[in-house]
């Protein structure tokens, strides 16, 4: 790895550095936390991608923001780790292997718990493989020592000792109770796994006869197919209109069976009739008024989502089958009165992607209040955690306070299966409601339990079902870190410094762990939880695969490089928590915000390259640091700007503002550093040994180790290789692990940059003059520079050389007035400046205005020609929307060369 050279090569090769740095990182185990190591601990934990695929670009986003504030910790001295992992994902694995099933015309259920469990840690192994190979291509400097799976050994302790814990503390209990039942997976999920989604539906009235032939009741419903599980109709108390009926019964079309009235609070009397069927066994509303009259529930649906045998002659038909079934049986029994267009939100599984349905069953719940309380209480009490951006402080709260007990059983295979064991008989009774059961960390422990009850013949069985996800991911902070052992790393990085996480999982999983980890640690699991944007597309719409304008990350890191995307997505964010648009051509794969990206990094390595070559071979070590009073204007102006530059970075990325930080080292080093002070001292580098050139060599060195320091974080990669080779530092150490630079107050003077910006900006307008004049890059001018202001032509006399370098003037003239005409003469103005170019014996004026006309006459020509097209009504209606577009496009374009052109001709022929 040593360099033997202090030139780096003509062009950057992304792809052969960031292979080279990446492997150097790992072998050297660079990013190796150790508990014991002095500094301030920073912990970050990854957020476990799923495994089930390929990252997204949300993925590289996250990771590109994590790897970013994690290095610069890292080099501010922190004691850092980063911990990676990967989640195992209950149901979207299973989907994936049940569907791969079905296509080989196969069901878990005939292939065995055992066999099925076998193919899930197979792919568990390839697709988990396939995620942290492209976190290694992302760059992350994780502590690859301490990767961990949600379902390892030693989590699957951790999931143990939480589990067993909180049901002896009473905190869990198993109960027939309603859930969301998803017929896609047949699993019930929790509130946080469904989605409500706004459909354009229905609303079908139907008359209910009253038991007594006195009349009927009209009730209203979205969902007709229920009707056949009703067990009563409800009314407001209130409702005068149907007070008298209130305890008389009804006859239930179709399935003729009498159901009684009864009154309810919870009846809203201006929805529909007022009158509401009561389902109990599948509406979470209908439930609790059938608790509270003591009404049957009655199941007309089987897990898969078709009916059973409740339904009567409707058994086996799919619940959205039977719906046209049931209205049109109602409709010929003279039943059906109305049908009204009702848009309305119906429940989907985030998972299943279909409508659940609330279904009774036995489930393992978690009691919340007490650990949502105690999350509440750190937030209210200690502003823990903090958010940023602040906003995302109430959602959090707001979502504490609703909480209802927490459904954490999953009819599912592949998980951590829960750890509650049922008394059976020899022959094997099926597991019911009233088994007897222990809950343990081990069957033997459960046994034992058992024999204690039923004697030492006592058989079990193990429950079948698995616990949520996302209870194993709440303990993610610190059963990564060694929990429930008190280790050396739970002692020194817990809790963690910093989450970085999406908005849309403050609920499935940041309050997760917040009460999981007060209650079983005492302490909230994180400082900081910093709630990123979205990454959307070149539409601004959010980027999906479900929506099929997701890219894959690896496409542009194979294009541009890895550097190149990490900078564009982190420079792109607006302000913390702000979404990201990405520019993507989907036909080419082509980025114009990451190919911008890549322009930096050729950018600065074309800078580095010449640097290198004009410090005769010495590093910056060697070179040393320039004394104070041997600086000439354009060091003392660069290394303020230099200083100012540190001081703003440390100032963004301590207060979470990546992209600001990321924006301004891009102005610092392709505007002050690269166009202008290289361009200053060049002359200096050009002459002759001496002072100068050798304080120009040391402030040209110590800016651009500089700039490698503190743009590490955002552009690991080529800062790792520009550094080595400008240190000649060999494998020995690695620009990970430097410093990262702070404010040197001395060299900062804000009145001098102030100065030089006057100095830039006279240079910008004579170079604009000399475009607009038409006068060759080799030729001389003059140039007369004229202001009232004594403090502006000192500041113009200092840098008088800088003038004449950049703008080739060779000679110029600074004074407070002009005396006298100045014909032929171009000029513009600077604040109070007046910046004058005489042409004379520059430029043939009446030959510039010769060509200046021919443009002109060639611009107006297709001006006129564009407008006549887009005048023709033929071709705005019949052309393709993309021609007409261009076309205006190009009118626009050709009008405003024309405004430009008209502009010069006025001022030359004034002259």
């Known amino acids: 790895m040593t360099s033997t050279f202090t030139n780096l090569p003509s062009q950057y090769d992304p792809f052969t550095a960031e292979a080279k740095w990446q492997q150097f990182w790992e072998e050297r185990q660079t990013f190796k936390a150790d508990p014991d190591r002095p500094g301030e601990p920073y912990c970050v934990v990854i957020p476990p991608p799923n495994v089930t695929g390929s990252l997204h670009m949300g993925h590289a986003f996250e990771s590109a923001l994590i790897d970013t504030l994690v290095r610069y910790h890292r080099m501010k001295g922190c004691?850092?780790?980063?911990?990676?992992?990967?989640?195992?994902?209950?149901?979207?694995?299973?989907?994936?292997?049940?569907?791969?099933?079905?296509?080989?015309?196969?069901?878990?259920?005939?292939?065995?718990?055992?066999?099925?469990?076998?193919?899930?840690?197979?792919?568990?192994?390839?697709?988990?493989?396939?995620?942290?190979?492209?976190?290694?291509?992302?760059?992350?400097?994780?502590?690859?020592?301490?990767?961990?799976?949600?379902?390892?050994?030693?989590?699957?302790?951790?999931?143990?000792?939480?589990?067993?814990?909180?049901?002896?503390?009473?905190?869990?209990?198993?109960?027939?109770?309603?859930?969301?039942?998803?017929?896609?997976?047949?699993?019930?999920?929790?509130?946080?796994?469904?989605?409500?989604?706004?459909?354009?539906?229905?609303l079908w009235h139907f008359r209910y006869p009253l038991s007594d032939g006195s009349g009927f009741l009209e009730v209203a419903t979205t969902r007709p197919e229920t009707m056949l599980g009703d067990t009563g109709v409800a009314v407001n108390p209130e409702d005068d209109r149907y007070a008298h009926l209130i305890g008389k019964t009804l006859t239930l079309p179709i399935m003729n069976r009498e159901i009684p009235i009864v009154a309810d609070e919870w009846v809203d009397r201006e929805f529909g009739t007022g009158c509401v069927k009561v389902t109990p066994a599948h509406d979470p509303n209908d439930f609790a008024m059938g608790q509270r009259h003591h009404l049957p529930s009655i199941n007309i649906m089987n897990k898969d989502g078709t009916l059973n045998e409740n339904a009567g002659p409707f058994e086996g038909l799919d619940r959205f089958e039977a719906r046209k079934a049931v209205v049109k049986r109602l409709e010929s029994e003279g039943v059906l009165v109305k049908v009204e267009d009702y848009k309305h939100t119906v429940p989907y599984s985030d998972r299943g992607k279909v409508p659940v349905e609330p279904l009774i069953s036995t489930q393992w719940f978690v009691k919340i209040e007490s650990l949502s309380q105690r999350a509440l209480s750190a937030l209210d009490d200690r502003q823990e955690p903090h958010f940023v951006p602040e906003r995302w402080t109430k959602v959090y709260r707001d979502w504490l306070v609703s909480l209802k007990d927490w459904c954490i059983s999953r009819q599912l295979w592949w998980g951590h299966q829960i750890p509650a064991w049922y008394a059976i008989s020899e022959t094997g009774d099926e597991i019911t409601d009233n088994t007897p059961f222990a809950v343990a960390k081990t069957e033997a422990e459960a046994i034992a339990q058992l024999q204690a009850q039923f004697g030492e013949n006592v058989k079990v069985a193990q429950d079948p079902d698995v616990l949520d996800t996302w209870f194993s991911s709440g303990l993610w902070p610190f059963s990564t870190l060694g929990w429930p052992e008190n280790t050396a790393d739970l002692q020194t990085y817990y809790p963690t410094t910093t989450l970085v996480t999406g908005f849309d999982i403050i609920f499935f999983w940041v309050a997760r762990m917040a009460m999981m980890a007060g209650h079983f640690t005492g302490k909230i699991p994180f400082k900081d939880v910093y709630i990123h944007g979205l990454v959307r597309d070149e539409n601004n719409k959010k980027m999906s695969k479900s929506a099929g304008n997701g890219i894959d990350p690896l496409i542009l890191i194979d294009k541009y490089g890895t550097d190149a995307l990490r900078y564009t997505l982190i420079r792109e964010v607006a302000g913390a928590g702000q979404d990201i648009r990405l520019e993507y051509n989907r036909k080419t794969d082509e980025s114009v915000s990451v190919e911008a990206s890549r322009n930096f990094t050729n950018k600065l390595w074309n800078a580095a390259r010449f640097v290198m070559m004009n410090l005769d071979g010495q590093t910056p070590q060697q070179l040393g640091t320039p004394a104070a009073s041997a600086l000439e204007l354009s060091d003392r102006w660069i290394l303020s700007r230099f200083n100012q530059t540190v001081r703003q970075s440390r100032e963004h990325l301590d207060r979470y503002g990546l992209g600001e930080a990321a924006k301004g080292l891009y102005e610092f080093i392709w505007g002050d550093f690269c166009d202008w002070y290289i361009e200053l001292v060049k002359s200096r580098l050009q002459g002759e040994p001496g002072p100068s050139r050798t304080v120009a060599q040391q402030t040209l060195a110590h800016v651009l180790e500089g700039i490698l320091k503190l743009l590490h974080p955002f552009m690991p990669h080529i800062t790792e290789e520009i550094w080595h080779t400008l240190t000649q530092i060999g494998e020995e150490e690695t620009l990970a692990l430097q410093l990262y630079p702070e404010t040197q107050g001395e060299f900062v003077d804000l009145e001098l940059e102030s100065d030089f910006d006057l100095l830039i900006a006279t240079v910008r307008t004579l170079r604009n003059l000399r475009a607009e004049a038409d006068i060759k890059p080799s030729a001389k001018i003059k140039a007369i520079l004229q202001s009232e202001s004594a403090k502006e032509r000192e500041i113009l006399a200092k840098g008088e050389a800088y003038l004449h370098d950049l703008a080739?003037?060779?000679?110029?003239?600074?004074?407070?007035?002009?005396?006298?005409?100045?014909?032929?003469?171009?000029?513009?103005?600077?604040?109070?400046?007046?910046?004058?170019?005489?042409?004379?014996?520059?430029?043939?004026?009446?030959?510039?205005?010769?060509?200046?006309?021919?443009?002109?006459?060639?611009?107006?020509?297709?001006?006129?020609?564009?407008?006549?097209?887009?005048?023709?009504?033929?071709?705005?209606?019949?052309?393709?929307?993309?021609?007409?577009?261009?076309?205006?496009?190009?009118?626009?374009?050709?009008?405003?060369?024309?405004?430009?052109l008209r502009d010069r001709l006025r001022r030359f022929t004034e002259n």
């Open 79 to 202: 004691n850092t780790l980063w911990l990676p992992g990967t989640d195992h994902a209950s149901i979207a694995v299973q989907a994936l292997l049940d569907k791969e099933l079905k296509q080989q015309g196969k069901t878990r259920h005939e292939i065995g718990r055992e066999k099925f469990l076998d193919r899930a840690w197979q792919w568990k192994e390839e697709s988990g493989g396939k995620i942290v190979n492209q976190l290694r291509r992302l760059g992350v400097s994780v502590d690859w020592t301490r990767e961990r799976f949600t379902m390892d050994e030693g989590l699957c302790d951790a999931v143990l000792e939480a589990f067993v814990s909180l049901y002896n503390e009473g905190l869990i209990y198993r109960g027939q109770y309603m859930v969301n039942w998803c017929p896609g997976t047949q699993s019930a999920v929790s509130d946080l796994e469904v989605e409500q989604k706004e459909v354009n539906g229905h």
């Open 808 to 900: 080739k003037v060779e000679e110029s003239t600074i004074a407070a007035t002009i005396d006298g005409d100045l014909p032929q003469t171009i000029a513009s103005v600077v604040g109070t400046v007046q910046v004058l170019v005489p042409l004379a014996g520059v430029v043939d004026i009446e030959a510039l205005k010769a060509k200046l006309e021919k443009n002109l006459a060639k611009v107006e020509g297709e001006v006129k020609s564009l407008s006549g097209r887009l005048a023709n009504r033929k071709f705005v209606d019949k052309a393709p929307e993309e021609v007409v577009r261009g076309a205006r496009e190009s009118l626009a374009e050709a009008e405003k060369q024309a405004e430009i």
